[in-house]
């Protein structure tokens, strides 16, 4: 278990392409943190930096107290579960599994093993101690029956499987996972993601995870590391951000379905705000303070529910029943916005009928620049 | 688009086989026909034969022990001349072919895409064109009637190999070579643990031209190896047909030959599955 500190950490390519640019995290002992973003955000390369995969091009990063920056990857004491698992091919499972092992006997030479009975000694115990790792690991993960058959011969989930093994067996001071889960199907991702959920509580590790899918975040970690551009956006935990997003981009990105944003002109009335746009008005709360003409407001779906005289009336566009919910799309006068009703609320409604929809609260207002305002 | 009947399938590549197969059982045939019936075989006056009458199965022995100036001593030392001269440039072809593939596949460096094309272009040089300023190198390095000439070069890579190597390693995942990094590998550990072993197709072809290729060379050894004991089976072939290549020892000619032949067939019957697997995986494609 380490600490793994990221200070003004960037990354710039051949030819001047800036992927990541100061990036300070701090990710504590044991914790579960979770980079996430659209393609191309940096998240991969930032956990490759700190994997030693990439060159860091700017900044330093600390592992277990100890500046990696130029430290080789198999000296960083991590492991990595790769996206494709990169399983080797020609390989048991046994032998994928004890490989990074077998690299760092101390009493590998077969010759001097049969030139010395004490050196022999030493490897016979040296093995019989990788393969008690070997078991454990597979004991853990249910992999004692595959240990003898080939990668090729494992289904997705079960490949997957393997390279999380691989990683215990090595015991590092911090695991790396690398949208591990992107190549299973829907069901199996689920059941994956609560075993490493579990996992992690069992071994108590320090992990770091990079995923694009934000419901996998949320289930995941303990704390979330939103990126875009290659800059860090807001770090915190998963109810942080989804209740406090720092700007426009980490409210749309964190929750599902997306959170409505309906932007207008700010209007000033004494000490009262409130935001008018195409269709309608709506007074902002007290307290906050929005620069320039310009803002928007942050709805999240389950929020909104049909109100006689609601702010946003408009057009049901189409109904999707989810089972207990169902996702109504409103076509509003220059907005269009999506609300998650129970279903027994959205029986009655039919494409084209008009309602309105109304909410308790304004709860995330931005300013013109995306920023959150109070 | 069908595809033609099985049964028309099978006709045709059972007749086209017969076309190549039969030089070969006719060689047999031959090799073991008594002086005069090899010698009627050779000029046609009895017709073809496609069994031997009466099997002369002493003609191998004989024509083994009739190679070279001392009984059965020529043939033992053209032939451990061959194996030698054929493991080393086998062993030495494949480890620098693959070595220096996966380093243009894989290494990026300034210049690599120059010196890759200037590689390429050796391949369009024909053997004659080198071979007097290559004799004269190894003359010069004093290794003439040795067989470094023949087996040093295979351990500087063959163009046509590097660029099999090179297309066959450019597949392999990057994240595979990135997680024997993290296993503590190197760029050599990761060369010969994780991307030769998966290269067995490319490797059984290069490994299948090279041997056929070196043990048939005829050339080389006749260059740079100039005394009898030197000789490997190719040059021993070639004297022993001088001297029994009339028409009454045309027996043993074959047999000789067949003898000579017999590794690089054995040695295609049981490479054969990865040899076909790696031209139809693509290795040799571009």
Redesign the interface.
Same mark, same amino acid.
């Given at each position: 278990m380490a600490e793994v500190i990221l200070q003004s950490v960037g990354k710039v390519y051949p030819g001047g392409v800036r992927a990541v640019q100061g990036v300070d995290l701090h990710v504590r002992h044991g914790e579960f943190i979770v980079l996430v973003g659209p393609s191309g955000c940096g998240k991969s390369t930032t956990l490759r930096m700190v994997a030693g995969l990439e060159e860091i091009s700017e900044g330093r990063i600390t592992i277990g107290g100890r500046v990696v920056n130029d430290i080789a990857p198999s000296d960083r004491d991590i492991a990595m579960v790769f996206q494709n698992y990169a399983l080797y091919p020609h390989m048991t499972v046994g032998r994928n599994m004890s490989f990074g092992l077998e690299r760092r006997r101390r009493h590998g030479s077969l010759l001097r093993a049969l030139l010395s009975p004490a050196y022999a000694a030493e490897r016979r115990a040296e093995t019989a101690r990788i393969q008690e790792r070997v078991d454990g690991a597979a004991d853990l993960l249910g992999l004692q029956p595959l240990l003898h058959r080939m990668p090729r011969e494992l289904s997705g989930g079960q490949r997957q499987r393997v390279a999380v093994g691989r990683a215990i067996v090595r015991d590092p001071a911090v695991f790396l996972f690398d949208e591990p889960l992107s190549n299973l199907d829907a069901k199996l991702r689920g059941e994956m993601r609560t075993e490493l959920r579990i996992l992690h509580r069992r071994l108590g590790a320090t992990m770091m995870y990079v995923t694009h899918d934000q419901e996998e975040a949320m289930g995941l970690a303990d704390r979330i590391v939103v990126m875009k551009d290659g800059i860090v956006q807001q770090v915190g935990s998963p109810t942080e951000l989804y209740e406090r997003p720092v700007n426009r981009f980490v409210a749309g990105f964190i929750g599902t379905p997306t959170m409505n944003i309906v932007e207008g002109d700010v209007e000033r009335d004494g000490g009262v705000l409130a935001l008018r746009w195409a269709g309608g008005r709506i007074t902002l709360p007290a307290g906050i303070a929005v620069t320039g003409t310009r803002a928007s407001i942050g709805i999240r779906p389950d929020t909104l529910a049909p109100v006689a005289d609601g702010p946003f009336r408009g057009t049901v566009q189409s109904i999707e029943f989810l089972g207990d919910r169902a996702d109504v799309l409103v076509a509003s006068s220059g907005v269009r916005l999506n609300a998650r009703l129970p279903t027994e609320r959205a029986r009655g409604l039919r494409e084209g009928d008009t309602i309105a929809l109304g909410m308790p609260g304004v709860a995330h207002v931005f300013d013109g620049d995306g920023r959150r305002a109070g | 688009m069908t595809s033609p009947r099985p049964w028309l399938q099978g006709a045709l590549l059972a007749a086209g086989s017969v076309v190549f197969l039969f030089p070969l059982w006719w060689m047999v045939v031959v090799s073991l026909e008594t002086p005069e019936r090899a010698g009627a075989a050779m000029t046609g006056s009895d017709g073809i034969a496609l069994w031997p009458r009466d099997p002369q199965w002493g003609n191998y022995a004989e024509a083994l022990a009739e190679m070279g100036s001392e009984p059965w001593v020529g043939f033992i030392n053209a032939l451990a001349n061959s194996i030698v001269v054929t493991t080393l440039v086998v062993v030495g072809t494949v480890l620098s072919s693959s070595l220096v593939g996966f380093a243009f596949a894989r290494l990026r460096w300034r210049g690599s895409g120059v010196l890759f094309t200037v590689m390429l272009a050796t391949m369009m040089l024909p053997g004659q064109v080198t071979l007097i300023p290559l004799f004269l190198l190894f003359r010069g390095l004093g290794w003439i009637d040795t067989i470094l000439p023949l087996a040093v070069p295979a351990f500087f890579g063959n163009a046509f190999f590097i660029f099999m190597y090179r297309q066959f390693i450019l597949q392999v995942?990057e994240?595979?070579v990135? @997680? @024997?990094?993290?296993? $503590?590998?190197g760029w050599l $550990?990761i060369w010969w643990?994780?991307i030769l072993?998966?290269c067995r197709p490319v490797t059984a072809i290069c490994a299948v031209f090279t041997f056929i290729g070196t043990w048939n060379d005829f050339m080389g050894p006749l260059v740079y190896l100039h005394a009898e004991e030197q000789s490997t089976l190719a040059v021993a072939l070639n004297s022993f047909r001088n001297q029994y290549g009339g028409l009454d020892d045309v027996h043993l000619l074959m047999a000789a030959s067949l003898v000579t032949m017999l590794p690089c067939i054995i040695l295609f019957i049981a490479a054969q599955r990865q040899f076909v697997e790696g031209l139809a995986r693509g290795a040799v494609k571009g």
């Open positions: - | 995942p994240s595979l990135e @997680a @024997a990094k993290v296993d $503590g590998h $550990g643990t994780v072993p998966l």
